[in-house]
C-alpha cells in the first residue's frame, strides 16, 4: 500500500511540475520593429488581464523569420509577407506556420522640420535619391529638383533585416533590398527619428505610428504617386488613396506551438480578438472585422 500511495504521490507530482513548468514557459515572440508596438500593446494587456508571460524581441522582420525557421521562437512579426527563401527555411527547419493579417500600416516619409523647401516628393524623386546608382552620386537636394537649394542630404532608413526596408525598397525602387548603401541605417526606428531630427538635410522614413509618436520632432512629407500629393493616415491607407506605401502587418505562428503550448494558442486568439482596438490606439489602421473573424477560424 505504501508502495502504490509513493508511486502515486510521484506521478501526482510529476504531473503537476509538468503543468508548472508549462504555465511558466513564455510566449516568445521577435521580429518587424513595425508590428512590435501592436504586439508590445497586446503582450502587455494579456499580462494585466492575467494571461500569462510574453517576450517580444525586434530583430527586424528578416531576422525574426531566421529565429522562428530554426523554432526558436513561437510567434514572428512581420511587416511584409515571408520570403520563398524563408518558406525554404521553415520548410529545412520542420517549422509549420500560419499567416495572419493584424492591422494596415502607411510608411512614413519624414524631413527635419528646418527644411523650408519639401511640399511633397514624387515616387520618382524618392527613386532618385535611393536607388544604388543614387550612391554617391545625389548627395544635395539641389540635384534632386530645380529650385532646391543644395544643402547636403543625410539619409537614414531601416537596416537590410527589416520588412520596411524591403518593402520601400521594392515599391520605390521596383526590386526588394535594392538600395544606396551609404546612409544612416538602423533596425531601432527611435534612432532613425533621432538622425533626422538632428539634421537639417535629412530625409528617413519607417513606420506610420513612429512618425505620430514623434510628430514634434520631425516633419512629414506628401508622396505623390499617380495622382496628387497625399499624406499618410488612418483614412488615406484604408481608402488606398497613399499608394505606394501602404501595407498590411501580419503575425506568423507556429503551428506546433499552438498545438503543444495553450498560452501560445490563448495569446493568439487574444491578439486577434483585441488587436482592431489595440492597433488603433498605437496608432495603425484596423483590418475591417471580418478578417480578424476569418484569422480566429484559421487558429
Do not use: H
Not at 488615406?236 to 503551428?255: A, C, H, Q
Amino acid at each position: 500500500m505504501k508502495r502504490i500511495f509513493f508511486a502515486f504521490f510521484l506521478t501526482m507530482s510529476l504531473v503537476a511540475c509538468s503543468k508548472s513548468a508549462l504555465a511558466a514557459d513564455p510566449v516568445k515572440v521577435d521580429g518587424s520593429s513595425t508590428v512590435f508596438p501592436i504586439t508590445e500593446a497586446v503582450a502587455e494587456e494579456f499580462g494585466k488581464s492575467g494571461g500569462g508571460k510574453v517576450i517580444v524581441g525586434i530583430s527586424g522582420t528578416g531576422g525574426g523569420f531566421k529565429r522562428f525557421c530554426r523554432g526558436e521562437t513561437d510567434i514572428s512579426d512581420a511587416s511584409r509577407p515571408i520570403k520563398q527563401k524563408e518558406i525554404d527555411a521553415c520548410r529545412e527547419g520542420g517549422v509549420e506556420y500560419i499567416e495572419l493579417p493584424v492591422a494596415y500600416d502607411g510608411l512614413a516619409v519624414v524631413i527635419n522640420p528646418q527644411n523650408s523647401w519639401v511640399d511633397y516628393l514624387t515616387v520618382a524623386e524618392l527613386k532618385k535619391i535611393w536607388e544604388p546608382d543614387a550612391q554617391g552620386v545625389i548627395t544635395k537636394w539641389s540635384q534632386v529638383r530645380s529650385g532646391f537649394p543644395a544643402q547636403e542630404i543625410q539619409l537614414f532608413g531601416p537596416g537590410t533585416d527589416s520588412g520596411t526596408f524591403d518593402y520601400f525598397t521594392e515599391v520605390i525602387n521596383g526590386k526588394a533590398a535594392s538600395s544606396r548603401g551609404d546612409y544612416t541605417a538602423s533596425e531601432d526606428d527611435n534612432v532613425l527619428v533621432e538622425g533626422v531630427a538632428s539634421s537639417k538635410g535629412g530625409l528617413g522614413y519607417f513606420g506610420l505610428a513612429y512618425y505620430e509618436e514623434n510628430s514634434g520632432r520631425v516633419k512629414i512629407v506628401p508622396v505623390k504617386g499617380k495622382g496628387a500629393a497625399v499624406v499618410p493616415s488612418r483614412d488615406t491607407v484604408l481608402n488606398g488613396t497613399y499608394t505606394p506605401l501602404s501595407r498590411p502587418l501580419f503575425i506568423y505562428v507556429n503551428k506546433d506551438s499552438l498545438k503543444t503550448k495553450p498560452l501560445v494558442a490563448k495569446f493568439v486568439r487574444y491578439y486577434l480578438e483585441n488587436a482592431p482596438t489595440l492597433s488603433e490606439e498605437v496608432g495603425y489602421v484596423a483590418l475591417p472585422q471580418s478578417e480578424y473573424e476569418a484569422g480566429l477560424n484559421k487558429i
